[in-house]
């Protein structure tokens, strides 16, 4: 690992201008590109203290042994260069977008002297015409196919259309009306270009005008009693429609545009794309990219913005790119693509009206296309298999996980902390064993002693289970009187959503399927034949969290005497995995299977942390003293709330330090004060189940009796 000081540029070596700088390892490969309207600037703010680089950053910064740089006259040139050098160098600290798949376009071969429609992927080939993409090869033929009875082009091979020269017979589509048959000389050359300019006329969207002309050539047969022509060319009008109809019309003022949308997390990044030509959708394309520099939403839009257009021309740049966030260099980005266009380029996020519904929906598709990703692995029996041995081998279990329990704090700035428990059985989420819990023990944010409660309170629900059930006799084994007693309960616990929703699978890894939880020694069921709550032990306790998390969790097991269950935790910033009694984290390849399981716990139990905090504020804005102030609405509510942290904090305010939040005169603030008075507790509550004292917001919050 380099020092980043070892090869840092003295001062004033580097010139304030924009321009290109590449990082090279000690190989002299090169490991990032990037640019910067100034060099000086941004190449300065690698070499800060590496506590406050990003944690990718920092890796890449002693990673490198080396930085050099290209000055550049403009920041268009810069980002020329810098696509160029990506390009060129694949930096593997960059961001680079990769279809999952080839997708397919429709090519028309203009570069031939006949010609030729036809399926095309792969790099694009002067010349060549191409609409799309699009999802599938049989929609482009279903396409075509429709099209071929009103603008019959070539669409036969070489070899084919050679040997049709040779004998002087065209194929079967010559002979059924679907192809011109230029290989037999019933058209010439200049009439079977004309077909093709048509083709790629109305592919392009310039629809109306041929449908307008069919159906007055229609109208015309059928007044000089030509019947027979008449219906063909009422034929080809409803084939046409029929290909109009394939792709709906989203935009309504025939607009060519293309729609960018992005999904992400700390990892990953997805991105959805909506080719829209004459108001219609032709294409739509996706890609999935991991997240190795520190990049945020304009960052990425601009990366795909290059790879999308890096190589295209002409009309395959739209007139108007529509995206989730404006690059940071919006300028120079669209005066790049107006460069490739030929003319001016709108670049820019939509607002509102269908655009912007739109937009919406392509944003719908992108997380659905990363919630695809990261599923797609966990749905196969095999892969899960394999990601619990490598849990297994990675923390050192001598059997796979087939229970994993996470655990997740959740707060807004030390207020309403809550936890989260999310349960995975083979591998697959079972949702109607999730819980939650409101932290009452204490006030602000403490996640390392939030976590020490929760645990505790799960684990001693589990003892008192099985001393109620005789299967473990607590006072024998020398456990302290009321450590798992019945009535200690788990204060505050809730059941999850889906409580009748996701099973533990048909089969799973190890042998644990529909009857996972009894192979593997989860306890007995209740007599209606449900299994008791909190009754499963897991094999394996992931938290949310570092090394004190960690310590926190397994110090809470010691001392209710669990030694049998495994704890880890899983770090967000460099997805590192942390053991108990271990200095260093075991990292996991980014590949693993196993480290996308441990992420994929730890993000479901985050989700449901941050749904019941957001659910427990939002009731406890709408619930308290304050409704009592008349003409007091949503909006001042919540401006109190957040000027002054809590409704115990506003009740010692004066009121002219509430008269200082916009929006209160005195009046108002007088009447707040009197209605907080009124409401103030005439005596503290106590929680009947532990003896405790509540604090006013532990009453207001609290979530009804223990599951």
């Known amino acids: 690992m380099a020092d980043p000081s070892s090869y840092r540029p003295k001062p004033g070596q580097i010139p304030d201008s924009p321009g290109v700088y590449r990082f090279r390892d000690e190989h002299r490969r090169v490991i990032y590109v990037g640019k910067a309207k100034s060099l000086r600037q941004r190449l300065a703010s690698y070499f800060q203290d590496l506590a406050g680089l990003h944690p990718r950053t920092r890796t890449m910064v002693t990673t490198a042994a080396s930085v050099e740089w290209t000055v550049v006259s403009t920041e268009v040139e810069a980002l020329q260069l810098e696509y160029s050098w990506i390009k060129e160098y694949d930096p593997r600290f960059n961001v680079k977008y990769r279809d999952d798949k080839s997708y397919p376009y429709l090519a028309v071969t203009l570069n031939e ?4 429609v036809q399926v095309m992927r792969g790099q694009k080939k002067k010349g060549v015409r191409y609409f799309g993409p699009y999802s599938h090869a049989w929609a482009i033929r279903d396409t075509v196919d429709l099209l071929l009875r009103v603008f019959p082009v070539r ?31 019933r058209v010439t050359p200049e009439e079977h270009r004309e077909l093709a300019d048509e083709f790629c006329d109305f592919m392009a969207g310039r629809t109306g005008t041929y449908i307008r002309r069919l159906e007055k ?45 992005l999904a992400e997390d700390e990892l990953e990044a997805a991105v959805q794309i909506f080719h829209v030509r004459g108001g219609r959708v032709r294409g739509q394309r996706g890609w999935v990219t991991d997240k190795v520099e520190a990049v945020d939403t304009a960052g990425l839009v601009e990366h795909a913005l290059q790879q999308l257009y890096g190589e295209e021309s002409g009309d395959a740049v739209p007139k108007e790119v529509l995206v989730p966030a404006l690059p940071e260099d919006a300028d120079a980005v669209s005066q790049w693509l107006g460069d490739r266009r030929g003319s001016q380029v709108s670049l ?15 944003g719908r598709n992108a997380q659905q296309a990363l919630v695809l990703h990261k599923t797609k692995r966990a749905s196969d029996l095999t892969t899960r298999s394999r990601a619990l041995e490598e849990i297994a081998e990675a923390l050192g279990l001598e059997t796979a996980p087939l229970r994993i329990e996470c655990f997740d704090i959740s707060h807004l700035q030390g207020e309403d902390v809550v936890a989260s428990m999310v349960v995975f059985e083979d591998g697959l989420p079972r949702k109607s064993e999730y819980r939650r819990f409101a932290i009452r023990t204490f006030e602000g944010q403490d996640d390392v002693r939030s976590m020490h409660e929760v645990v505790s309170r799960r684990f001693r629900r589990y003892l008192a289970e099985k001393e109620r059930t005789g299967e473990w006799d607590l006072a024998a084994d020398g456990a302290e009187p009321g450590t798992g007693g019945v009535g200690t309960g788990v204060e505050g616990a809730e059941p999850g959503p889906d409580a009748a929703g996701a099973g533990s699978g048909t089969g799973g890894a190890a042998g644990a399927g529909t009857g996972g939880a009894e192979a593997a020694g989860m306890g007995p069921l209740e007599d209606d034949g449900r299994p008791r709550k909190f009754a499963y032990p897991p094999q394996l306790v992931v938290v949310d969290g570092g090394r004190p998390q960690v310590a926190a969790a397994r110090r809470a097991l010691d001392e209710l005497g669990i030694d049998d269950v495994a704890v880890c935790g899983l770090a967000k910033r460099l997805e590192e995995v942390w053991l108990p009694d271990d200095e260093d984290p075991v990292v996991l390849p980014r590949s693993s299977e196993g480290l996308y399981l441990l992420q994929r716990v730890r993000d479901t139990a985050h989700d449901f942390a941050i749904r019941y905090q957001r659910a427990k504020r939002h009731k406890r804005i709408r619930t308290g003293p304050l409704d009592a102030v008349p003409g007091l609405g949503e909006a001042r509510k919540q401006a109190l709330i957040k000027h002054f942290g809590s409704v115990k904090r506003l009740r010692q305010a004066t009121i002219e330090q509430i008269c200082e939040v916009p929006g209160f005169g005195r009046k108002t603030a007088e009447a707040v004060a009197v209605a907080l008075a009124r409401s103030a507790p005439a005596a503290p509550a106590v929680n009947t189940a532990t003896g405790e004292i509540l604090e006013e917001e532990d009453v207001a919050a609290s979530p009804g009796p223990s599951s």
Do not use: H, W
């Open 348 to 362: 820019r996020v939509p607002q509102r009206g269908d655009k912007k519904s739109l937009m919406e929906t392509v």
């Open 155 to 185: 669409t036969c091979s070489a070899g084919v259309f050679r040997n049709a020269a040779r004998t002087g017979r065209p194929c079967l589509l010559g002979y059924i009306g679907k192809c011109s048959a230029p290989c037999v000389g």
């Open 113 to 116: 002297e006949f010609p030729r």
């Open 217 to 261: 050539d229609m109208a015309i047969a059928a007044e000089d009693m030509e019947y027979e022509r008449a219906a063909r060319l009422r034929d080809d009008i409803g084939a046409l429609k029929r290909a109009m109809e394939k792709s709906a019309v989203v935009l309504a003022d025939a607009t060519d545009a293309d729609l960018i949308a």
